[in-house]
């Protein structure tokens, strides 16, 4: 328990010093010094319940699904804070930003990483949607943080059309909290999710379909799911690029996650029923879609960071088939494949910054010749995006082979599907890449004062999975696996 | 159904519930912000009564307290707070017509009916009279949203969003007796702070594009031609 | 036993070389007497080439060392393969050494230095030729293999013995896979063999040359081996169109009554050959070039019609 | 026999492959050093995979082990037996080559831009990648390892990316690498659905059921096909192996085709097991059509690599014909005819891997020295690298099936299976593979001419240009790379009995039969099914060719005054021949142009006397590219053209769409 109150309470407090510390370059250590902290708090939480299983406490429950995610958001966060330190001194002193955006900068991202940790640790439905909601408001000045009309105007379409999907996922929630009045002895309880998931059965199946539609529709807009992901390209393109890293790394992990525990209520809701495998069925359908659709989306990018987030969505949305395909393979591939997606996406956001930085722009088509000008950068990109696309012996690959797999024994068609996307997206991927890391320099481009270490750390890791998955890991999944779909992998 | 097996308090509160429909139709259509405003003001007052009728009949304590909070909340501070924007804004006067204001109404009233036909099928244990609330605010919150989806005024938009957000608590309260206070303050703090928020957005938004029609917000879009694939 | 097999395999081997300007002078003779001219005595060929084994050798400046060494690669190329080839007796230890498709091999290797010998001088002529052999040779090849296949699969055997030794043992017997194939390999033998209609050995009009462009640059010597491998290479056609398709009368066995008899019937069989071709070339004119594709095709499908009658009409099932 | 050791060195040789790349990455600051130590190691590495091969290869039986990677309820099996015994063998023999090459090649880079860490650290990475395909004895391993293979060659294919052509080149290739990659995923997904594990044991033992049988099957040869480039999906191949150092153009085209026919005969034959005869007809069809596509092709290419690049085409056509031969005799049940042609394609599997490096490798010396890759600026190049051009001729020999040289063993070995298809029941295959033969033997006249045009333009006749006139002889050790492979080509095609008892372990180990009859007459006699049926004696045929040889020029030289007058050519009487007036490589290929027409897409300009400078253009263009590749890219390009609608940048729409969506689904629900 002290665990959490230290992992809940350092950003809380981080993020409340920062707002009113005015040294800029301390700041910055201290976001990471803050940032640190948490990491260790949470990787405290991580042993304590690989020792003693499962903390659960009013309002909050950690077990091994949700304490793997606590630790990456942390891990994550420490990295993206090592990065965004000199970038966003850069970014101050290019003047493009005023020094109390800055310390809205720190305090936001401290909040922003209050409510991604609080959302994960919960137990209470409704806590959790107040946790998703704040995630919202802390990144949405952060998205218009630079002011520029592009970044109100997505800042401005965020908050919109999040906050429309959060009230209707805040509606699912009250439905359920509904279905739940007739079955829990006391009624307070009746939000939460161990007390839910335990007499699932008994919930209303009716109001539980109509609850899941709304709490997908509501959580799938943060994930990104199409039709509901326009937000997703512009906030990371406009945004801050440690903002973009963590968006996508964390945030769509978060709402992700929060789908996830909300389609095991619902399952066992409809277990008796004639649609056992509605909510399934609802996923892979989004994902399927989302994945498709992103794939297609990726051809037509003029914006290295855009592309990206594209990028993000697709793989959120295989991430959600495989979740919906359910059975033990695909669910260990899902999650692992949410470990290794936000490593690799957020070491290639951190890259693109400094590609951005180098080539003085966004735009794909004014970004050349990275290797020639400065190699470290242009190869981290290369083999970022080599790892993203899912080549050996980086981490997606395991995934994909779990997940491809799975989808060839159980769905064969919508293996092709797959793999269809899969090379269309790939080919979107690396037809923009090709001409911006190859090929001559252009006149003038300078090497940057670049500081990779997340980069590698993040790579390193990713490669690492790749080519041997260690074993707390493997059980901390498993277990995860267990909790889910209620079968063992190993 | 009839209203007669219904207590006194019960039938109020359906009372109630029409008209928190009625307005939101109201407000769909509209067209000056400050009686918008208003008449957002008059639903989030019906909400809280409501709340309170919730708090009488089932002698849950918690309500009265919910009940205060949303009166405070939608009935005064976020009213006042849209008028002040609106008028340091300059919108006093703004009007913004429909298209089709009765296509509008019959999209409405297809959606209540939507959302009764939705609801239907849960009779058992008798859900009889919340199922009907459910309805209610369920149609106002697909109300909400498709105000939000019609009206091209940045303020506008905000009202449909808070409509809908008043279609939510009308759920929590006459359906379930209200949520966990932990909840209902999270909630409101929520809403609050996205108020503020969208306070903050509407001036942004009028210094990048010189006004509030959100239809003018659409530099961010894909469409170029790009080479071919295999170039 | 194996001695004397390998002693007579060694003397047929030398009796082809020998015959070889025999049958030119042969064609040559009765295509001038079907001219109406006298024409050379039958010897002739003999006579041209101890006349250019004794001529001094002229090389361009421009030829490499390959082109020095093709003549004896080509010789020996051919003569080896023609060695392979049952002449007069069957169970010979050199045919065993090479089967058909060895065969065609050695000829292809032949044909192969031939043309990197036309082109090596560097001239305008040679490369023509040698462009005009290979496609030839690549559309007479598959369906010279063919219609050996279509014999091949009738003996169930590659091997030129097995081949005649299975017709034998059969006696004569009315197949139309034969009939195709002999037609495929009669217009092959032209084709490879550079005799009208395809190409003209006689003539040296540049544009019409395929064989004679590539040894435009040969003298002396060089030229000699190159001309008697031409000649090997008829002779060795006909020896396997005779004694394929009419095996009667090859040695079975090594007794000197035998072999003579042998002989006696090869001679024959090529004397009527070498009739029909030189009637042949005095009633054909030579063709364009882009008419000879069509030309093979006919011996493509003719053989191609060989083993599908074998397949579908002769084995059944 | 004790096949620890083998398996050892097998380790060894994927150490040193990796440990050479960890070199070029290390010591990335002297150039230098991909010359005097990664390029060793390389070469050690393929000698040690040569030894672990051989030793398999004689042991016979196998060994497998675990390693401490992979997936946590499966780590990474590796397992040696004849088959990976036998491809290793063929990797290293090649390796080594390239080993002994390599040196004095990437000399010519160390003043370039591309930086040699790259070329080096990928070189090793992709060596190890083929390695450790050939050993995976498990689904991941055999992908990691696949995938791993791929990326690193796409890096070796993009190498010199200042040129947009290998750009495109290495996009396409890693697209379709790609591709195949997870098509072959999906097939792994059939057989570990069956057999419940990704192990290839389990696998094995799986039965499964025809028509998933046929699904794996057809999964794997779409997926091995196209990195084997086989026709339609051949369109990378011509692209990117001529865009790589030539050295590296040697591994691929002779090293990492033969894994992916690898990765074929493991599944099919091996994992599938129970083959049924219309997957035979299959091959041979799409085979034949690879063979003949590829072949034309190459003859109509006038770069040297490139048109090397189509004739591996064609070779692997080849390759598949056989192996669909020996489908359909194991689907019928003859099973000594189905080892016949399975031997037959393991050798030429080799055959190809030994001359198809060294004319690379070749091609790599004259671009070396000339910086020539366009055949019609070469010429005269015989008298220039005497050494190269004897080897080139070899190659040239070799590749183009002539006798004694090893490439018409396998092919003869080819025929004589065929010409056994009278002993099969049903008369439509009877019918049907000698088709395919004949067009066997149409390929191998046509690739005759090919090389006859390459080597009588390249090496023979003039130079065309002034660099091909000054091009210098290669450094010693690019000689000695060439002279090692020709000589394994002479070797392999004299002895052909002792390789096939070699290979014929293989045999036995997949499909249960040898060629027992092979080396029943001695060394000296090659008698695949008997001796009454087919017999080829190569020792005696080169003994007597020498002989002859020998003794005709000894009876020619003597007495004859030896004076040989040098004059001018006299080509008709004309004037000296100028170089430009020999016969180019169009030229040469002319007649067959025009006789193959409808086959190539020809866009030719003949000009009329009238204008000023004519001159002749022409431009041959793959014609898959319209009917295949171009159509699928358009699709996609309207299809995302039509996609970003959704992204129309109207706030409203986008609430528009979450409103229609929510809807939808409460429709469905209930």
Redo the contacts between chains.
């Keep these: 328990m002290t665990a959490l109150l230290l992992l809940l309470l350092t950003p809380l407090l981080g993020g409340l010093t920062l707002a009113l510390l005015r040294p800029l370059n301390l700041a910055g250590w201290l976001n990471l010094a803050v940032s640190l902290l948490t990491l260790g708090a949470a990787v405290w939480l991580a042993w304590l319940v690989a020792t003693v299983g499962v903390i659960a406490g009013p309002y909050f429950r950690v077990d091994a699904f949700n304490v793997y995610l606590v630790v990456l958001t942390a891990f994550v966060g420490v990295t993206t804070s090592i990065f965004s330190r000199p970038y966003m001194r850069h970014v101050c002193a290019s003047g493009k930003i005023s020094a109390r955006s800055m310390r809205v900068y720190h305090s936001m991202y401290q909040a922003f990483m209050l409510t991604m940790l609080l959302a994960l640790t919960t137990d209470n439905l409704g806590v959790l949607w107040v946790a998703v909601e704040g995630a919202t408001l802390a990144t949405v000045l952060l998205v218009s943080l630079y002011r520029t009309p592009e970044a109100v105007e997505a800042a401005w379409k965020y908050f919109i059309l999040c906050g429309v999907g959060i009230a209707l996922a805040l509606f699912g929630t009250v439905l359920t909290y509904f279905a739940a009045q007739h079955v829990m002895a006391d009624p307070a309880a009746g939000l939460t999710w161990s007390a839910l998931y335990e007499r699932a059965h008994e919930l209303n199946p009716t109001v539980m379909r109509i609850a899941f539609v709304f709490l997908l529709v509501g959580y799938g807009t943060k994930v990104g799911l199409v039709p509901m992901h326009q937000w997703l390209p512009d906030a990371h393109s406009e945004g801050p690029t440690p903002m973009s890293a963590v968006l996508s790394g964390l945030l769509l992990n978060v709402a992700l996650y929060a789908v996830v525990r909300v389609k095991m209520l619902v399952d066992g809701s409809l277990a008796t029923t004639a649609t056992p495998h509605l909510a399934g069925a609802l996923l892979m359908g989004f994902g399927l879609v989302s994945f498709v659709v992103a794939g297609l989306f990726l051809h037509r990018q003029r914006d290295i960071k855009r592309m990206f987030s594209y990028s993000s969505i697709e793989h959120m949305g295989l991430m959600t088939f495989a979740f919906g395909l359910g059975g033990p393979l695909a669910t260990f591939g899902a999650l692992l494949h949410m470990l290794v997606h936000s490593l690799t996406k957020s070491a290639i956001f951190v890259t693109v910054g400094h590609a951005t930085h180098l080539a003085g722009t966004q735009a794909i088509d004014q970004i050349r010749g990275l290797i020639r000008t400065q190699p470290a950068i242009g190869w981290s990109l290369l083999l970022g995006v080599v790892a993203i696309a899912g080549f050996p012996p980086f981490g997606v690959f395991t995934s994909e082979f779990l997940l491809l797999t799975a989808t060839m024994q159980s769905q064969p068609w919508f293996a092709v599907v797959l793999l269809t996307g899969l090379a269309v997206a790939f080919a979107g991927l690396f037809r923009h890449l090709h001409p911006m890391v190859y090929g001559p320099a252009p006149e003038g481009q300078q090497p940057v004062q670049a500081n990779l270490l997340p980069v590698f750390i993040h790579l390193g890791l990713v490669l690492w999975l790749g080519l041997s998955i260690p074993d707390f890991l493997a059980v901390w999944l498993d277990r995860a696996t267990q909790l889910i779909t209620g079968m063992h992998l190993l | 159904m009839t209203l007669t097996v219904l207590t006194l308090l019960q039938q109020f509160v359906l009372l109630l519930a029409a008209l928190v429909l009625f307005l939101s139709f109201v407000l769909l259509a509209q067209p000056r912000l400050i009686a918008a405003i208003h008449l957002f003001a008059w639903q989030g007052a019906l909400i809280a009564a409501v709340t309170l009728t919730v708090a009488l009949a089932g002698h849950a304590h918690h309500l009265y307290f919910s009940a205060l909070l949303t009166l405070v909340l939608k009935a005064l501070l976020i009213p006042w707070m849209l008028h002040r924007l609106v008028r340091r804004l300059g919108l006093e006067r703004h009007t913004e017509a429909l298209r089709w204001p009765a296509l509008a109404m019959m999209a409405g009233v297809a959606l209540v009916i939507f959302s009764y036909w939705l609801v239907v099928p849960m009779v058992e244990q008798g859900l009889a009279f919340t199922r009907n609330i459910v309805a209610v605010s369920l149609a106002v919150v697909l109300i909400g949203l498709l105000m939000m989806v019609l009206r091209q005024q940045a303020v506008a938009q905000v009202l449909g969003f808070m409509s809908m957000e008043n279609g939510l608590f009308l759920a929590a309260v006459s359906a379930t007796a209200g949520m966990p206070l932990v909840v209902e303050l999270g909630v409101a703090f929520d809403v609050l702070v996205a108020m503020v928020l969208f306070g903050v957005f509407f001036f942004q938004i009028r210094e990048s594009i010189d006004s509030l029609d959100v239809d003018r917000l659409n530099r961010l879009t894909e469409t170029v031609d790009n080479e071919d694939l295999i170039q | 036993m194996i001695i004397v097999t390998w002693l007579i395999a060694f003397i047929q081997a030398l009796l082809i070389a020998a015959l070889a300007p025999l049958l030119i002078g042969w064609v040559r003779k009765v295509k001038a007497w079907l001219q109406n001219r006298r024409g050379p005595s039958l010897l002739q060929p003999y006579a041209d080439l101890r006349k250019l084994l004794v001529k001094e050798i002229r090389v361009p400046h421009t030829a490499s060392p390959l082109f020095r060494a093709s003549p004896y690669i080509v010789f020996v190329a051919i003569w080896l393969a023609a060695a392979t080839i049952p002449l007069v007796a069957l169970d010979l230890p050199t045919s065993r050494i090479a089967d058909i498709i060895v065969l065609v091999g050695l000829l292809a290797l032949a044909r192969f230095f031939l043309a990197l010998a036309g082109m090596d001088a560097g001239t305008a002529f040679g490369g023509m030729g040698a462009s005009r052999e290979m496609l030839i040779s690549a559309l007479a090849e598959p369906a010279m293999l063919v219609a050996v296949f279509t014999l091949a699969m009738t003996a169930h055997s590659t091997s030129l013995v097995s081949v005649i030794d299975h017709h034998l043992t059969d006696g004569f017997l009315l197949r139309p896979s034969y009939l195709f194939a002999l037609g495929a390999l009669l217009l092959v033998a032209l084709a490879e063999c550079g005799r009208i209609p395809v190409d003209n050995p006689a003539t040296h009009l540049e544009l019409t040359m395929i064989h004679e462009a590539m040894l435009l640059e040969y003298a002396g010597r060089h030229l000699a081996l190159m001309e008697w491998a031409a000649w090997i290479k008829l002779l060795l056609y006909g020896v396997i169109i005779a004694n394929l398709f009419f095996p009667w009368g090859v040695a079975q066995d090594f007794s000197p009554l035998a072999l003579g008899l042998g002989l006696a019937a090869v001679l024959f069989k090529l004397m009527i050959l070498g009739a029909v071709l030189a009637v042949s070339e005095t009633a054909l004119a030579k063709m364009r070039l882009f008419r000879v594709p069509a030309f093979l095709n006919l011996a493509l499908l003719l053989a191609l019609l060989g083993l599908l009658s074998h397949v579908i009409l002769e084995v059944g099932a | 026999m004790n096949m620890t050791p083998a398996l050892l060195l097998a380790g060894l040789a994927v150490l040193l492959a990796l440990g050479s790349s960890a070199v070029s990455l290390l010591a990335s600051r002297d150039p230098s050093v991909l010359r005097r130590v990664a390029m060793p190691l390389i070469g050690l590495s393929g000698l040690a995979a040569l030894a672990a091969g051989l030793w398999a290869l004689i042991a016979g039986g196998d060994i497998s082990t675990t390693l401490?990677?992979?997936?946590?309820?499966m780590?990474w099996q590796v397992r040696l037996d004849a088959l990976s015994g036998f491809f290793l063998m063929t990797i290293g023999l090649v390796v080594c080559a390239v080993g002994i090459y390599g040196p004095s090649y990437v000399r010519g880079f160390e003043h370039g831009?591309e930086?040699l860490t790259a070329l080096g650290g990928f070189t090793g990475l992709f060596l190890a990648g083929m390695l450790l395909v050939v050993l995976a004895n498990d689904?991941?391993l055999f992908?990691?390892a696949w995938?791993?293979m791929s990326?690193s060659s796409y890096f070796l294919v993009?190498f010199q990316?200042?040129n947009?052509a290998n750009?495109?080149a290495?996009?396409?290739y890693?697209?379709m690498a790609?591709?195949g990659g997870?098509?072959i995923?999906?097939g792994?997904?059939?057989l570990?659905?069956f057999g419940h594990s990704?192990a290839f044991d389990a696998m094995r033992e799986a039965i499964l059921s025809p028509g998933w049988a046929s699904?794996a099957f057809a999964l794997a040869f779409v997926g091995f096909g196209m990195k084997a480039g086989l026709v339609p999906l051949h369109a990378w191949l011509p692209e990117a192996h001529p865009v790589a150092p030539s050295h590296i153009s040697a591994l691929m085209s002779g090293v990492m085709l033969k894994v992916a026919v690898y990765g074929f005969i493991r599944v099919v034959f091996d994992l599938i097991g129970q083959v049924q005869w219309q997957w035979g007809v299959t091959l041979m069809v799409i085979g034949s059509l690879s063979a003949l596509v590829g072949v034309l092709f190459a003859l109509m290419q006038t770069d040297l690599k490139r048109l090397l690049a189509y004739s591996s085409v064609e070779n692997l056509g080849i390759i598949f014909i056989a192996l669909g031969l020996a489908l359909v005799f194991l689907s019928t049940g003859h099973a000594l005819l189905g080892a016949l042609a399975f031997v037959a394609a393991l050798y030429h599997v080799i055959n190809h891997a030994l001359f198809k490096s060294l004319l690379f490798l070749g091609a790599g010396a004259i671009l070396h020295s000339s910086h020539e890759r366009d055949l019609e600026q070469m010429?005269?190049l015989?008298?220039r690298m005497p050494w190269t051009?004897a080897f080139f001729?070899i190659g040239c020999?070799s590749i183009?099936?002539?006798?004694p040289f090893n490439g018409?063993v396998s092919e003869?070995l080819i025929?004589?299976s065929a010409?056994q298809?009278?002993q099969l029941?049903s008369?439509v295959l009877?019918?049907l593979i000698?088709?395919a033969?004949?067009?066997l033997?149409?390929t191998?006249?046509?690739v005759?001419?090919t090389?006859?045009?390459v080597?009588?333009?390249a090496?023979?006749?003039?130079a065309r240009s002034r660099h091909v006139r000054h091009a210098r002889q290669g450094t010693f050790g690019m000689r000695a790379g060439q002279g090692f492979l020709a000589g394994l080509c002479v070797l392999f095609g004299v002895l052909p009995t002792q390789v096939i008892m070699l290979i014929d372990g293989v045999s036995v180990q997949i499909l249960g039969t040898g060629l027992p009859q092979a080396s029943a007459h001695g060394w000296l006699?090659l008698t695949p099914i008997s001796?009454?049926?087919?017999?080829?004696?190569a020792p005696?045929?080169i003994l007597?060719?020498t002989l002859?040889?020998g003794f005709?020029?000894w009876w020619?030289l003597r007495g004859?005054?030896r004076?040989?007058?040098?004059?001018?050519?006299?080509?008709?009487g004309?004037a000296p021949?100028t170089?430009g007036?020999?016969?180019t490589a169009t030229?040469?290929?002319?007649?067959?142009r025009?006789?193959f027409g409808p086959l190539f897409e020809i866009d030719e300009a003949r000009p009329a006397h009238a204008d000023g400078e004519p001159r002749y253009r022409l431009k041959l263009t793959d014609r898959t590219w319209g009917l295949l590749?171009?159509p699928v890219?358009?699709a996609?390009?309207s299809?995302?053209?039509r996609?970003?609608r959704?992204?129309?940048?109207?706030?409203?729409t986008?609430?528009?769409?979450?409103?229609?969506?929510?809807?939808v689904?409460?429709w469905i629900?209930?």
């Design positions: 401490p990677f992979g997936l946590p309820w780590p831009r930086s689904a991941f992908m990691v995938e791993l990326l993009a990316h200042e947009a750009r495109r290495a996009f396409l890693l697209l790609h591709v997870l098509t995923l999906l792994f997904g059939v570990s659905g990704f699904v010429g005269g015989l008298r051009g001729l020999l183009s099936a002539l006798p018409f003869w025929f004589q010409l298809a009278w029941e008369g009877r019918s000698p088709i033969s004949a067009v033997a149409l191998g006249a046509l005759a001419a090389f006859v045009k080597y009588g333009v090496f023979l006749g003039q006699w001796s009454e049926t087919a017999s080829y004696s005696l045929t007597l060719l002859v040889a005709a020029f020619f004859v005054p004076r040989i007058r040098r004059s001018d050519p006299w080509d008709c004309f021949p170089p007036m020999q016969y030229a040469f290929a002319q007649p067959i025009r006789v590749y171009l890219a358009r996609v390009e299809a995302s053209r996609v970003v959704l992204q129309s940048g109207n706030v409203r986008y609430l528009g769409w979450t409103l229609a969506t929510l809807l689904l409460l629900i209930s």
